[in-house]
């Protein structure tokens, strides 16, 4: 099985807030796109806080998301996994993003959101030792459609404190 490699993250340099997933499912591996999987809820999220829904091309979606000073990026750049599921993600051969240069890029940004306990922690135990104090870490349910014992009302209240 070959390695699966993690996208660049969408951020303006004045971002404040920096949304985490784990790394890309495979529709959107194909698409070129985060949170391509149509039955994914991010898209949808993102439309009711900040007017970057799934009915806006992808390019006006990351323009809305940079506008509202929100970064997204994963928190591995690349690992082995078969399929989607952040369950089957290979601990061997996995390696995390730069944070420590995208924060040096990226000063106003302290608060973190995480997209699922995968994302949490992976960053909690690969990358927070190295960066230091100074980020507010915020666990959110994952958007995914593996998590179906969250409403979609349920995931929407959790989400809405990256609007803030």
Partial sequence: MKAIHGFPPLSDASASRLILGSVPSVASLEAGQYYAFPRNAFWRIMGDLIG???E??????VARLNAAGIALWDVIASCRRPGSLDSAI???????NDFRAFFASHPNIRQVYFN???ASSLFRKRVLPGLGDGLELHTLPSTSPANAGMSYTAKLEAWSVVKT
Avoid: D, F, I, V
């Fill in 52 to 54: 970057a829904g799934p």
């Fill in 56 to 61: 806006l091309a992808y390019p006006q979606r």
């Fill in 90 to 96: 290979e601990s061997e051969g996995l390696e995390s």
């Fill in 116 to 118: 699922g306990q995968k």
